[in-house]
C-alpha cells in the first residue's frame, strides 16, 4: 500500500496518473497548500522542503518526495514504463529531467505572473508565455517522430502530460504544435490518466 500525500496541481497529478498506471493500491491524503498544510509538522516530517506529492510505500518503509523521484521509484518497483536497456532508460530520464527543470518550472511561473500575481507584469507575462510556447516546440519537434514523447510510453509523458493539460487555464492553446496536440488527445483517452487527473 502506498501514502499519497498531494493536492490538485499538476505535479500532484503526476503521482496519481503513475499510481493508477502501474495499478498499485494507495490511499489519498489531501495535502491543502492554499491552507498551508504543507508547512505542518507532520508533513514536514514527510517531505522537509514542504512540497507535494509525496510517498511512503509501507510495503518498503521508504518515503519518497519530489514528483520526478516518486516516478523514478514507482516505475522501479514496479518494473514498468521505464526501459531496461541503457540507452532508452536514460532518453526517458533526460526527458523526465526536461520537464522537472523547463516545463515546471516555466510553466509554473507562467501560471503565477498571468493568474494570480497581485500586480499584472507585462515582462513577466510576455517572458514566461513566450518560454512555454517555445517549449510547445521543443514537445512539438519530438512528437513528430514518436508516438510517446521516447517512443514507448513512459515516466516521461505521465510528468509531462499534467502540465500541458492547464493550456486552457494558460488561455494558450495547442493548435499550432499538431504533434503535440495528437498527444495530448490520445493520452486524455488513456483510463488511468483520467482517474489519475481526478485525484484528489
Known amino acids: 500500500m502506498i501514502d499519497l500525500y498531494t493536492f490538485s496541481t499538476p505535479n500532484g497529478r503526476k503521482a496519481s496518473i503513475m499510481l493508477e498506471e502501474v495499478e498499485l493500491p494507495y490511499t489519498v491524503h489531501v495535502i491543502d497548500i492554499t491552507k498551508g498544510e504543507q508547512f505542518s509538522p507532520e508533513f514536514v516530517a514527510i ?3 514542504s ?9 518498503t518503509d521508504i518515503t519518497v518526495f519530489e514528483s520526478g523521484a516518486i516516478l523514478i521509484y514507482l516505475a522501479e518497483k514496479t518494473e514498468r514504463l521505464m526501459p531496461v536497456n541503457q540507452r532508452d532508460r536514460f ?3 533526460e526527458w523526465l529531467m526536461f520537464q522537472m ?3 515546471g518550472p516555466m510553466f509554473g511561473q507562467l501560471n503565477h505572473f498571468k ?13 514566461y508565455e513566450n518560454e512555454t510556447l517555445r517549449l510547445y516546440g521543443v514537445l ?3 512528437l ?8 514507448e510510453y513512459s515516466i516521461a509523458d505521465v510528468a509531462t502530460f499534467p502540465w500541458v493539460a492547464i493550456y486552457n487555464f494558460q488561455e494558450l492553446t495547442l493548435d499550432g504544435h499538431p504533434h503535440l496536440k495528437r498527444w495530448y488527445a490520445q493520452l486524455q483517452e488513456r483510463p488511468a490518466v483520467q482517474r489519475g487527473m ?3
Request: hydrophobic share 35%.
Open 101 to 103: 527543470g523547463s516545463i
Open 198 to 200: 481526478q485525484v484528489p
Open 144 to 151: 513528430a517522430n514518436h508516438e510517446y514523447i521516447c517512443g
Open 115 to 127: 493568474r494570480f500575481a497581485p500586480e499584472k507584469l507585462t515582462y513577466a507575462i510576455e517572458r
Open 140 to 142: 512539438d519537434r519530438q
Open 51 to 59: 512540497k507535494i506529492p509525496a510517498i511512503i510505500d509501507r510495503e
Open 91 to 93: 532518453r526517458v530520464i
Open 47 to 49: 517531505n522537509p522542503n
